[in-house]
């Protein structure tokens, strides 16, 4: 079977008469095979995109497109395109064999081919041994491999799943994710996959859509999204803690660039960045991003900007200390909390080329961080 | 139970072992009794006491004409074996009234599923009408039966219309059939309300996700609420179905009202035969009888009931 492409062109989503829009005006393109997070905070408008395409919902505006041809006006049932739950939504009343059949029963597909079919969807699931088990006996992890392999069972041309991980418990989530993993490399399958969790969506996709308000903000291969994030909004959603960004403007003084942000201003390393330079010539407003991991901690009179220690958070191998510059929490990961107590005055240090810039005003990367990497 | 090897028998940081005595709260459960104990006494004497003296009674030949129940004479088992073997006109009133009960239940099924269905949907004037529905409900059941008998006149608003219609009216209260479809009637537009009432609180309990997944499928909305749907409902559904079932056996009102059981007994259901034993011929311990048979086909029924879902309604939650 040929593995679709999908394209969302302009997709929007209005309620209450265009008061609140949900979705405003995406446009994406998943290629055959890939797998795509749209990646977002509660509320960003993905779960309502992701009902757009597979037909839940009608769009105001625009148009999803599967190899070219629109599907918007075609009905749920009949674009073949899977979706999976974040409650998995399992037929609690049937067994495991009666779920996964019911998307081929309601094909009327005979008896014998639906019996082949679930059985081997059960085995690529490693469910076969539960086949007659009550759906509502069933555990959370066991419940998601039926959700998902009563929607592989139909052979769908695009696979979306709804935050699939985010109901199961840690470990539960850990093993679903490697499951997840290998069923990809398994079945190629156009993949969207709705998640807030970045760890899901760095580990699982090729490929990373950021939504924001109902905007996609960046997208991007999932490896350089989170060395370089394009825009101010998913550099400050990615990482953990996600990264310090600060606002303000720079002026050269002296050939030493000070950069003016609310309450607080400091000289920056050296102007080694030549768009830095640039943006203080042209005197715009930017947002300066730090992250944790490249801020490093120096004696109070060192660095770029001194603060106070307000707090010490341990996390096993490293700590993430919070600095209050001026009324800016500013956050650092240090590897040993040794020499650092809550309450004293501290100086905060950062390597020129770790510098994040950004443009004020519409939240673009301004700085390229890898040359040549467009 | 065998312990691993780096288990000592007894850990050496435990919880602290209750102390022996009493638990703690036990003296202000004891209050708590103390204060639940009026409660239990006068239901003890209104409701436990004038049941053990009624069973007592139902193996006795007693009636109000003997003087105390203590002069009566015991019969053992005579009353129910009368009742079970001989007293044909008992063994035809339980007939009827499950057959009553089949059919009433069955229509006020069908027509509360099918307005509960209908009020899932968006219309106008929705909330007035779902006021409007739920109102027959809380008529009473005397004024229901005598509202219906003279609905059901000869002369009376149904002939009438029947007529407008062209078709012939119906001597309601002189034909046996058209006799029982009168109660059959007057029972199901009173009790619909309620099985309309449970099904629409069921189908709006019903998870959204599941009937998206089976529409995403490609299931058509006639397989969604077969295979979807129908089958989440199933333990309202029976609970509604319990209820009713309970209400009908104990029919009396309407059916006294409307045809007091006539013509000849052809509506006369269990309720109205123990009434007429008891309170017409006196046969007090007998009716006493038909009444513990009445309760026991009742238990019963509901046992029969409830065990498809039994599992399902006493999960343990928390």
């Given at each position: 079977?040929?593995?679709?492409?999908?394209?969302?062109?302009?997709?929007?989503?209005?309620?209450?008469?265009?008061?609140?829009?949900?979705?405003?005006?995406?446009?994406?393109?998943?290629?055959?095979?890939?797998?795509?997070?749209?990646?977002?905070?509660?509320?960003?408008?993905?779960?309502?995109?992701?009902?757009?395409?597979?037909?839940?919902?009608?769009?105001?505006?625009?148009?999803?497109?599967?190899?070219?041809?629109?599907?918007?006006?075609?009905?749920?049932?009949?674009?073949?395109?899977?979706?999976?739950?974040?409650?998995?939504?399992?037929?609690?009343?049937?067994?495991?064999?009666?779920?996964?059949?019911?998307?081929?029963?309601?094909?009327?597909?005979?008896?014998?081919?639906?019996?082949?079919?679930?059985?081997?969807?059960?085995?690529l699931l490693g469910m076969k041994d539960r086949l007659e088990a009550k759906a509502s006996t069933l555990g959370g992890s066991e419940l998601q491999r039926v959700a998902i392999g009563r929607t592989l069972v139909t052979k769908p041309s695009l696979l979306l799943l709804d935050e699939p991980l985010s109901n199961l418990e840690a470990p539960a989530r850990l093993a679903m994710r490697q499951e997840l993993r290998r069923l990809q490399q398994e079945i190629a399958l156009t993949v969207v996959y709705v998640t807030h969790d970045q760890v899901e969506a760095l580990s699982l996709a090729d490929h990373i859509a950021v939504m924001s308000y109902g905007k996609i903000i960046q997208v991007e291969k999932t490896a350089r999204i989170v060395e370089a994030p394009g825009h101010a909004g998913?550099?400050?959603?990615?990482?953990?803690?996600?990264?310090?960004?600060?606002?303000?403007?720079?002026?050269?003084?002296?050939?030493?660039?000070?950069?003016?942000?609310?309450?607080?201003?400091?000289?920056?390393?050296?102007?080694?960045?030549?768009?830095?330079?640039?943006?203080?010539?042209?005197?715009?407003?930017?947002?300066?991003?730090?992250?944790?991991?490249?801020?490093?901690?120096?004696?109070?009179?060192?660095?770029?900007?001194?603060?106070?220690?307000?707090?010490?958070?341990?996390?096993?191998?490293?700590?993430?200390?919070?600095?209050?510059?001026?009324?800016?929490?500013?956050?650092?990961?240090?590897?040993?909390?040794?020499?650092?107590?809550?309450?004293?005055?501290?100086?905060?240090?950062?390597?020129p080329d770790d510098i994040h810039i950004f443009d004020g005003w519409t939240g673009l990367r301004i700085n390229e961080r890898f040359h040549g990497n467009g | 139970?065998?312990?691993?090897?780096?288990?000592?028998?007894?850990?050496?940081?435990?919880?602290?072992?209750?102390?022996?005595?009493?638990?703690?709260?036990?003296?202000?459960?004891?209050?708590?009794?103390?204060?639940?104990?009026?409660?239990q006494a006068v239901s003890l004497l209104v409701l436990v006491m004038p049941l053990l003296v009624a069973l007592y009674m139902s193996f006795t030949d007693w009636t109000p004409t003997r003087g105390s129940l203590t002069d009566a004479s015991f019969m053992g088992v005579e009353n129910y074996s009368e009742?079970?073997?001989?007293?044909?006109?008992?063994?035809?009133?339980?007939?009827?009234?499950?057959?009553?009960?089949?059919?009433?239940?069955?229509?006020?099924?069908?027509?509360?599923?099918?307005?509960?269905?209908?009020?899932?949907?968006?219309?106008?004037?929705?909330?007035?009408?779902?006021?409007?529905?739920?109102?027959?409900?809380m008529v009473l059941p005397v004024v229901v039966g005598y509202t219906f008998w003279m609905l059901f006149q000869t002369n009376g608003p149904v002939n009438h219309v029947l007529h407008l219609l062209g078709a012939s009216g119906a001597e309601w209260f002189k034909d046996s059939t058209f006799a029982f479809a009168a109660v059959i009637i007057t029972e199901v537009w009173h009790w619909t309300p309620l099985f309309f009432l449970i099904l629409l609180s069921g189908l709006n309990a019903v998870p959204e996700n599941p009937i998206r997944a089976a529409v995403i499928?490609?299931?058509?909305?006639?397989?969604?609420?077969?295979?979807?749907?129908?089958?989440?409902?199933?333990?309202?559904?029976?609970?509604?179905?319990?209820?009713?079932?309970?209400?009908?056996?104990?029919?009396?009102?309407?059916?006294?009202?409307?045809?007091?059981?006539?013509?000849?007994?052809?509506?006369?259901?269990?309720?109205?035969?123990?009434?007429?034993?008891?309170?017409?011929?006196?046969?007090?311990?007998?009716?006493?009888a038909a009444a513990f048979l009445v309760l026991i086909g009742s238990l019963g029924l509901v046992h029969l009931l409830l065990t498809p879902v039994k599992d399902q309604l006493l999960r343990d939650r928390y």
């Amino acid at each position: 079977m040929k593995v679709p492409k999908l394209e969302l062109v302009d997709l929007r989503k209005e309620y209450a008469g265009g008061d609140v829009v949900a979705v405003d005006g995406i446009n994406l393109s998943v290629d055959p095979g890939e797998t795509l997070a749209l990646l977002g905070p509660s509320g960003c408008g993905k779960s309502t995109a992701l009902n757009m395409i597979v037909g839940l919902e009608q769009p105001t505006g625009g148009d999803i497109r599967v190899d070219g041809a629109s599907v918007v006006a075609m009905p749920a049932g009949q674009r073949n395109i899977g979706l999976v739950f974040q409650d998995y939504a399992v037929f609690t009343s049937m067994t495991v064999r009666q779920n996964l059949a019911f998307g081929l029963k309601i094909r009327n597909m005979d008896r014998n081919s639906v019996n082949r079919e679930v059985e081997k969807t059960a085995e690529l699931l490693g469910m076969k041994d539960r086949l007659e088990a009550k759906a509502s006996t069933l555990g959370g992890s066991e419940l998601q491999r039926v959700a998902i392999g009563r929607t592989l069972v139909t052979k769908p041309s695009l696979l979306l799943l709804d935050e699939p991980l985010s109901n199961l418990e840690a470990p539960a989530r850990l093993a679903m994710r490697q499951e997840l993993r290998r069923l990809q490399q398994e079945i190629a399958l156009t993949v969207v996959y709705v998640t807030h969790d970045q760890v899901e969506a760095l580990s699982l996709a090729d490929h990373i859509a950021v939504m924001s308000y109902g905007k996609i903000i960046q997208v991007e291969k999932t490896a350089r999204i989170v060395e370089a994030p394009g825009h101010a909004g998913v550099a400050a959603f990615l990482g953990s803690p996600p990264m310090n960004i600060l606002r303000g403007r720079i002026n050269v003084e002296n050939g030493r660039v000070r950069f003016t942000g609310y309450n607080l201003t400091f000289l920056l390393p050296a102007c080694s960045i030549p768009d830095c330079c640039a943006a203080a010539q042209a005197g715009v407003m930017l947002s300066l991003g730090f992250r944790a991991e490249d801020l490093s901690l120096a004696g109070a009179g060192d660095g770029l900007a001194a603060g106070r220690v307000l707090d010490i958070e341990a996390r096993g191998m490293d700590s993430i200390v919070s600095v209050d510059v001026r009324g800016t929490i500013m956050k650092s990961i240090v590897l040993s909390t040794s020499s650092v107590h809550e309450g004293e005055t501290v100086g905060l240090t950062v390597a020129p080329d770790d510098i994040h810039i950004f443009d004020g005003w519409t939240g673009l990367r301004i700085n390229e961080r890898f040359h040549g990497n467009g | 139970m065998s312990t691993a090897p780096y288990l000592s028998e007894k850990p050496e940081v435990a919880f602290p072992a209750p102390k022996p005595g009493k638990a703690p709260g036990a003296k202000s459960l004891s209050v708590g009794r103390l204060f639940m104990l009026p409660g239990q006494a006068v239901s003890l004497l209104v409701l436990v006491m004038p049941l053990l003296v009624a069973l007592y009674m139902s193996f006795t030949d007693w009636t109000p004409t003997r003087g105390s129940l203590t002069d009566a004479s015991f019969m053992g088992v005579e009353n129910y074996s009368e009742l079970l073997v001989w007293d044909t006109r008992f063994l035809e009133a339980v007939g009827r009234t499950l057959v009553m009960a089949g059919i009433s239940l069955c229509l006020e099924f069908v027509m509360g599923l099918g307005l509960a269905v209908l009020f899932m949907r968006r219309f106008r004037g929705k909330s007035l009408l779902f006021s409007a529905f739920l109102t027959p409900m809380m008529v009473l059941p005397v004024v229901v039966g005598y509202t219906f008998w003279m609905l059901f006149q000869t002369n009376g608003p149904v002939n009438h219309v029947l007529h407008l219609l062209g078709a012939s009216g119906a001597e309601w209260f002189k034909d046996s059939t058209f006799a029982f479809a009168a109660v059959i009637i007057t029972e199901v537009w009173h009790w619909t309300p309620l099985f309309f009432l449970i099904l629409l609180s069921g189908l709006n309990a019903v998870p959204e996700n599941p009937i998206r997944a089976a529409v995403i499928l490609g299931a058509s909305p006639g397989q969604v609420f077969r295979y979807v749907i129908l089958p989440m409902l199933r333990p309202v559904i029976i609970v509604a179905f319990v209820i009713r079932s309970m209400e009908v056996v104990k029919l009396f009102d309407e059916v006294f009202m409307l045809t007091r059981g006539g013509p000849g007994s052809s509506t006369e259901t269990i309720s109205l035969y123990i009434y007429k034993l008891a309170f017409n011929d006196f046969q007090l311990a007998y009716g006493a009888a038909a009444a513990f048979l009445v309760l026991i086909g009742s238990l019963g029924l509901v046992h029969l009931l409830l065990t498809p879902v039994k599992d399902q309604l006493l999960r343990d939650r928390y």
